[in-house]
């Protein structure tokens, strides 16, 4: 028999699932934060976020971090118009994941990955989600 092909530990990040932002990888996690930022267009809420995710993505971008954006419902060809004109810059997928996802429930979702790969946060408030990211990245400079 053939043998498994290796999945990785992030799934969505083809070109056919890109929005806007940089075409991301699996290389680009390797020893670095992330912060997935899942959310839905068809939820007021969560649209509403994205600016506060671009403050959060121009306050960190120069550490060894990788900010996300994962829309969830469906490919929605407006999605990168609205990216130019939110002025967001960080990465957005449709349906990107880390293959350890917690379970989302309802949006918007936010979750952080640190340097070893375990999800150190999950759940929908920006401003903890940010603590848990300084704390990461804190951490993961320690080790450099």
């Known amino acids: 028999p053939a043998p498994k092909a290796e999945t990785g530990d992030w799934t ?7 929005y ?3 075409r991301l990888s699996e290389k680009d996690f390797r020893g ?3 912060m997935v930022y899942v959310w839905s267009s068809k939820e007021k809420p969560s649209v509403e976020l994205l ?17 996300v954006g994962s829309h969830r ?18 990465s957005m997928y449709e349906g990107a994941a880390f293959r350890k996802e917690p379970p989302v429930s309802g ?12 999800v150190v946060y999950r759940g929908a408030s920006d401003r903890s989600a940010t603590s848990a990211l300084v704390e990461a990245l804190t951490a993961c400079m320690l080790k450099q």
């Open 12 to 18: 969505g990040l083809s070109a056919d699932s890109w």
């Open 51 to 67: 600016s506060r995710i671009e403050e959060i993505w121009s306050s960190f971008r120069e550490k060894p971090f990788v900010l």
């Open 73 to 90: 419902g469906g490919s929605n060809p407006k999605i990168p118009k609205a990216c130019g004109k939110l002025g967001l810059t960080f």
């Open 20 to 22: 806007a932002g940089p």
């Open 107 to 118: 949006y918007p979702y936010i979750y952080i990955v640190n340097h070893h790969g375990r």
């Open 32 to 34: 670095k934060v992330a």
